[in-house]
């Protein structure tokens, strides 16, 4: 299921696994995308918590005005998966 463009929840018989794409920036794949792991999760509501925590926190916590906007945009993110 993907989450936006950035990221995707899968699941094996064990775990529910969180991606996210990147970019290889060297080597022979430089350039090229790719889904790296984020974290192995029991479920899909602790991954999708994971998510919002981590994403929140790359704003710093220093500017209220940006926490506010990025919480939108990751509840934005989080109404459009059809498990929530």
């Keep these: 299921m993907l989450i936006g463009k950035r990221y995707k929840v899968e699941s094996d018989e064990s775990n529910v696994i969180l991606s996210s794409k990147t970019v290889a920036k060297t080597g022979k794949h430089a350039g090229e995308e ?6 192995y999760f029991a479920n899909v509501k602790e991954a999708i918590k994971f998510l919002a ?3 929140l926190k790359k704003t710093e916590l220093t500017d209220l005005m ?3 906007a990025r919480q939108n945009e990751i509840y ?5 998966l ?3």
């Design 34 to 39: 790719h889904w790296t792991t984020e974290g």
């Design 53 to 55: 925590d981590s994403e």
């Design 66 to 68: 940006a926490i506010s």
């Design 76 to 80: 934005e993110l989080i109404k459009g």
């Design 82 to 84: 059809k498990c929530y």
